[in-house]
Every structure is written in structure tokens, then in C-alpha cells.
């Protein structure tokens, strides 16, 4: 959530933001009155309550006159009291019910519009010619079935659309990617983790996946846990209620977990293959540090994904991915696209976003600096989501007769083959 007092201080940047989002700006001024009915409330309470302690301490004093009438006083003072903290508590409420409602501030540096709207950055490695090689591309799932590496049928036959196997060297390939991933962020200074894939609602609640994306969430109703659709969660939600000390920071922790997503509105789009699926593996970097050092670390980020995917000798884009397109929580955030030749496109392979001080303050996550204490900031980059991972590799790296050739960061956590070769019918 944001800084209430920023918002008192600053209500136009908080309303250029949300319209900027594309939300409601006027949340913003709803906002605004229940948060001075919330402070008026508390004061009218305050006061009331001072009386009554006068008012008490005057009773044992008091003729008995004068104290058949005080304690007059102080009965109608208690009711009066007692109207005030409901009024107090209804207030502070809805505060509380409409900050959970609005997103993170933008940067000012995020460019303004709807998915279509990012700006490139970067581009990075050569596009294949497929055609100048003599041989026409295949997706990665034809690719999949040469190699016997993925089975969408008997995944679909199991548990229906968007599932999948990954068999043979496709399980393989999704160990090393996994194994590889984690050496570059350990070796980076990551602590690696493997985390809960289940979490409560205030862990879900404070990374700001029950807002806008919530209806893509997967919720277990008798149990009142939730599947995560990254680790994120579980990494933000690790040190919530707690204080941490500055000269700790940054902390940073690498995660993998299963991931879930109910791919929500995304009917028709991508369903061949296994590039949107409803649960898949993801490495996740995630780091605490201080609200000054957040874009700098936004940046780092950004580098160890960049030279991920340079690892993986993949072609690809760096995007500024535009107002309307970021998730509540992030105020920037930038996505790195590898080409997929079957698509003629750029996909997205991995995204970092700067969440400055937004999930800290839903979490109670706060770092002390000397005398002072106060909210830090968290956030979060994609190292390696698997399938697209792999979508990305096959079809980068195929060859004539369906092989497919190995990056060398690969080989190494796959016994040293140089290829992955079809399997014989």
C-alpha cells in the first residue's frame, strides 16, 4: 500500500498514477474523505475520553450534588464515547479497505498506455533465417514429440487443458535449467530456497495478488490457503511482521517452487503446446534493500536476467512495460522477451518489477536505521520459468533433422551432451 501521508501531501500524483493505470481515480478521493473521517473520529474519541478521566477524578470529590450530576455527565459521555470508537473503528475500516484497493505510485519513468504501449530498451543476439539454412522451423511441440520430451495428450487425459509431461530429456532439460539457474544466482549471492507453494491470505493479500489478479489465483476453500502462481509470495511474505537491520541489507533470495495460474481471460490464446500452462516451475530472484537503493537494484536485476538468457544464447528484448500493463504492485517494471521463431514474435521469458515500498507496508515488513525505523523495499525478478524456457530453446536451437543443439551452460547438468537427439519410433 502506499504512504497515507502522501497521499494528504500529494493527492494529484496519487490520481495522475491510478489514471494513468487505468484505474479509478476516484478511489483517490473517496480515499481521502475516510481517511480525515478516520482522524477526525480519532481526535472527537481522544477528547471524549480526556473528559470522562476529569470528570472521573472529580466524583470523589464532589458534594453530593454535584456528584449525582457528574455521574449524569459521565453517563452520557460513556454512550457518546462508545458512539465515537464505532465511528473510529468504521473509518478506519474503510481507510484500510480502500488503501488495499489502490495500486503502487508509477514511476514517472514508465511509459503511459495499455499492453501494446512498452517501449524497447534493448535488443540482444541474432534471429535465426530459417529459410536462408534450407529448412522451414518447428514449434516446440513437434519438437517435443521428436524428442519425446513433452506429452500434452496424456497431460490434457490426466488433468485436462494446459497440463502437461515432461518425459525423458524433457525432464532432463527442465533439471538443468533449474540446477543452472540456481549456480548463477547462488554465485551472484542469492541465498537459494525452496518454499512453500501453499500460502494464507495475508501472504496472498500482502504481495497484491488478491486485487486485480485475483480471479487468475487457484483458492482452497476448506483449507483457506491458496496456490501460488510464483514465489514471490512466499519470498515477500518470509519476513513479514519483522523488523530488519539495515546493515543486513540487501537481503536476496532465489526461489523455486511450482507455480499455479488459472490463466484467467486468456481463452483461445496460446493453446498449443506448453507456453501457457496452469502449473510450471519457476526459479525467483527476490530482494529486500532500502528505498534508496530500489532502482539500482531494479537495475541489477535486470543484468542477471540479461545474462541468463545471454547464457542461453537466445535472442531477445528489453521492454518498459507501460502504465497500464503493470500489476498493482509494481511502480516499474521491465520485461525481457526471447524470439520464438514458429510465432514471427517476441514472447516474454522473464520480467523484474520494482514493488518499492508497497508490499512492506501490507506486510509489516519495516528495517531499523540507527533510531529510525521504517518500511524497506522488495523486488522481484523472473531468472527461469521453465516451459517458456524451454519453448524458447527448442525452437531457437532445433536443427535440419529435429535435434536440437545444447547451450553450453546447459551441458554440463545433462551429462555433457551437445545435443538432444529424436528418440527412435
Same mark, same amino acid.
Given at each position: 500500500? *502506499?504512504?497515507?501521508?502522501?497521499?494528504?501531501?500529494?493527492?494529484?500524483?496519487?490520481?495522475?498514477?491510478?489514471?494513468?493505470?487505468?484505474?479509478?481515480?476516484?478511489?483517490?478521493?473517496? &480515499?481521502?474523505? !475516510?481517511?480525515?473521517?478516520?482522524?477526525?473520529?480519532?481526535?472527537?474519541?481522544?477528547?471524549?475520553?480526556?473528559?470522562?478521566?476529569?470528570?472521573?477524578?472529580?466524583?470523589?470529590?464532589?458534594?453530593?450534588?454535584?456528584?449525582?450530576?457528574? #455521574?449524569?455527565?459521565?453517563?452520557?459521555?460513556?454512550?457518546?464515547?462508545?458512539?465515537?470508537?464505532?465511528?473510529?473503528?468504521?473509518?478506519?475500516?474503510?481507510?484500510?479497505?480502500?488503501?488495499?484497493?489502490?495500486?503502487?505510485?508509477?514511476?514517472?519513468?514508465?511509459?503511459?498506455?495499455?499492453?501494446?504501449?512498452?517501449?524497447?530498451?534493448?535488443?540482444?543476439?541474432? =534471429?535465426?533465417?530459417?529459410?536462408?539454412?534450407?529448412?522451414?522451423?518447428?514449434?516446440?511441440?513437434?519438437?517435443?514429440?521428436?524428442?519425446?520430451? =513433452?506429452?500434452?495428450?496424456?497431460?490434457?487425459?490426466?488433468?485436462?487443458?494446459?497440463?502437461?509431461? #515432461?518425459?525423458?530429456?524433457?525432464?532432463?532439460?527442465?533439471?538443468?535449467?533449474?540446477?543452472?539457474? =540456481?549456480?548463477?544466482?547462488?554465485?551472484?549471492?542469492? @541465498?537459494?530456497?525452496?518454499?512453500?507453494?501453499?500460502?494464507?491470505?495475508?501472504?496472498?493479500?500482502?504481495?497484491?495478488? &488478491?486485487?486485480?489478479?485475483?480471479?487468475?489465483?487457484?483458492?482452497? /476453500?476448506? /483449507?483457506?490457503?491458496? &496456490?501460488?502462481?510464483?514465489?514471490?509470495?512466499?519470498? !515477500?511474505?518470509?519476513?513479514?511482521?519483522?523488523?530488519?537491520?539495515? /546493515?543486513?541489507?540487501?537481503?536476496?533470495?532465489?526461489?523455486?517452487?511450482?507455480?499455479?495460474?488459472?490463466?484467467?481471460?486468456?481463452?483461445?490464446?496460446? @493453446?498449443?503446446? *506448453?507456453?501457457?500452462?496452469?502449473?510450471?516451475?519457476?526459479?525467483?530472484?527476490?530482494?529486500?534493500?532500502?528505498?534508496?537503493?530500489?532502482?539500482?537494484?531494479?537495475?541489477?536485476?535486470?543484468? $542477471?536476467?540479461?545474462?541468463?538468457?545471454?547464457? #542461453?544464447?537466445?535472442?531477445?528484448?528489453?521492454?518498459?512495460?507501460?502504465?497500464?500493463?503493470?500489476?498493482?504492485?509494481? !511502480?516499474?517494471?521491465?520485461?525481457?522477451?526471447? $524470439?520464438?521463431?514458429?510465432?514471427?514474435?517476441?514472447?516474454?521469458?522473464?520480467?523484474?518489477?520494482?514493488?518499492?515500498?508497497?508490499?512492506?507496508?501490507?506486510?509489516?515488513?519495516?528495517?531499523?536505521?540507527?533510531?529510525?525505523?521504517?518500511?524497506? !523495499? @522488495? &523486488?522481484?525478478?523472473?531468472?527461469?520459468?521453465?516451459?517458456?524456457?524451454?519453448?524458447? *530453446?527448442?525452437?531457437?536451437?532445433?536443427?535440419?533433422?529435429?535435434?536440437?543443439?545444447?547451450?553450453?551452460?546447459?551441458?554440463?547438468?545433462?551429462?555433457?551432451?551437445?545435443?538432444?537427439?529424436?528418440?527412435?519410433?
Amino acid at each position: 500500500m *502506499i504512504d497515507l501521508r502522501l497521499l494528504r501531501e500529494d493527492p494529484d500524483r496519487v490520481r495522475a498514477s491510478q489514471r494513468a493505470r487505468g484505474e479509478d481515480v476516484a478511489l483517490v478521493d473517496s &480515499l481521502i474523505s !475516510a481517511d480525515e473521517r478516520r482522524r477526525s473520529s480519532g481526535v472527537r474519541f481522544d477528547e471524549l475520553r480526556a473528559e470522562q478521566k476529569a470528570i472521573g477524578k472529580l466524583i470523589s470529590k464532589a458534594s453530593p450534588e454535584e456528584k449525582q450530576e457528574l #455521574l449524569k455527565k459521565t453517563g452520557e459521555l460513556a454512550a457518546a464515547v462508545k458512539a465515537a470508537d464505532a465511528e473510529q473503528d468504521k473509518a478506519k475500516a474503510e481507510t484500510e479497505e480502500l488503501l488495499q484497493r489502490l495500486g503502487n505510485l508509477v514511476h514517472p519513468g514508465v511509459p503511459v498506455g495499455g499492453e501494446e504501449d512498452f517501449v524497447t530498451l534493448e535488443t540482444h543476439g541474432t =534471429i535465426r533465417d530459417f529459410e536462408e539454412e534450407g529448412f522451414t522451423p518447428k514449434d516446440h511441440l513437434e519438437l517435443g514429440n521428436i524428442l519425446g520430451a =513433452i506429452d500434452v495428450e496424456r497431460g490434457a487425459k490426466v488433468s485436462g487443458s494446459r497440463f502437461y509431461f #515432461l518425459t525423458g530429456v524433457g525432464a532432463l532439460l527442465e533439471l538443468a535449467l533449474v540446477n543452472a539457474a =540456481i549456480a548463477q544466482a547462488t554465485a551472484a549471492g542469492f @541465498t537459494p530456497m525452496l518454499v512453500p507453494a501453499l500460502v494464507r491470505p495475508q501472504s496472498m493479500a500482502g504481495t497484491g495478488f &488478491l486485487g486485480q489478479a485475483a480471479e487468475d489465483v487457484y483458492h482452497l /476453500d476448506k /483449507d483457506d490457503l491458496y &496456490l501460488v502462481g510464483t514465489s514471490e509470495v512466499a519470498l !515477500a511474505a518470509y519476513h513479514m511482521d519483522e523488523i530488519i537491520e539495515a /546493515d543486513r541489507l540487501p537481503l536476496r533470495y532465489a526461489g523455486f517452487s511450482p507455480c499455479f495460474r488459472r490463466e484467467a481471460g486468456s481463452h483461445g490464446k496460446d @493453446t498449443r503446446g *506448453i507456453f501457457r500452462v496452469h502449473q510450471f516451475d519457476k526459479v525467483e530472484m527476490f530482494s529486500y534493500v532500502d528505498p534508496a537503493d530500489s532502482q539500482a537494484e531494479h537495475q541489477r536485476l535486470l543484468e $542477471w536476467e540479461k545474462q541468463w538468457l545471454d547464457s #542461453l544464447e537466445l535472442p531477445y528484448r528489453v521492454i518498459d512495460v507501460a502504465t497500464g500493463d503493470l500489476g498493482s504492485s509494481a !511502480a516499474r517494471k521491465f520485461d525481457c522477451e526471447a $524470439w520464438i521463431p514458429t510465432q514471427g514474435k517476441y514472447r516474454e521469458l522473464t520480467s523484474t518489477s520494482d514493488c518499492t515500498e508497497f508490499q512492506s507496508r501490507r506486510l509489516s515488513i519495516r528495517m531499523r536505521d540507527g533510531k529510525q525505523v521504517k518500511p524497506l !523495499a @522488495t &523486488l522481484n525478478g523472473t531468472l527461469c520459468a521453465v516451459p517458456r524456457t524451454i519453448v524458447a *530453446i527448442l525452437e531457437n536451437h532445433q536443427q535440419p533433422d529435429g535435434s536440437v543443439r545444447v547451450p553450453e551452460v546447459l551441458r554440463p547438468y545433462l551429462g555433457g551432451r551437445e545435443f538432444l537427439e529424436p528418440i527412435a519410433k
